[in-house]
């Protein structure tokens, strides 16, 4: 079978599999930016670098539309857009927070896991990119801070106290 045909094959039993579509992708998408742009740690991450927000979220959900289920429609390099951003676990635990939230209040049970297990491999994977980039490797689970550990503690705890 050609590969075209066998993608559309592939596409079109995912989808079946967990109800997610084009609709549900751009939901989701949109529903989690707008909780992003609104979020006091990560709002001013993505409004420093964002110019055109109606581009970067059609872009966001080709991406997710790849990832997903599979697509292709996404052309790109994430981790060479993400290795020089100022961040670090901190921001990754917050993006994957609203994620899962925005997942689980507009997806089905099965789509939100399918997409919820894909945005932790991600955002693992990109923490790990930056880690690298920075020039630090951290070890089998340790996470990556961009400030050394006691420093973060110390802002942690000045910050809840």
Not at 35 to 64: I, S, T, Y
Not at 117 to 125: D, G, K, N, P, T
């Amino acid at each position: 079978m050609p590969i075209p045909e066998r993608r559309n094959e592939l596409i079109a039993d995912m989808m079946a599999r967990t109800g997610i579509n084009a609709a549900m992708i751009e939901r989701l998408v949109h529903s989690f930016y707008k909780k992003v742009r609104e979020d006091a740690l990560l709002g001013p991450v993505f409004d420093a670098r964002v110019k055109n927000w109606d581009a970067h979220l059609a872009r966001m959900c080709l991406f997710w539309s790849s990832v997903a289920l599979g697509s292709a429609t996404y052309e790109g390099s994430p981790m060479q857009v993400h290795a020089p951003l100022p961040v670090d676990a901190h921001h990754f635990d917050r993006w994957l927070e609203l994620f899962e939230e925005t997942a689980n209040e507009v997806c089905p049970p099965v789509a939100a896991k399918h997409f919820v297990l894909r945005a932790r491999r991600i955002a693992q994977s990109l923490e790990l990119g930056i880690a690298v980039h920075n020039g630090q490797i951290p070890r089998k689970g340790e996470r990556y801070y961009r400030q050394p550990r006691d420093a973060t503690a110390a802002l942690e705890a000045s910050t809840t106290g």
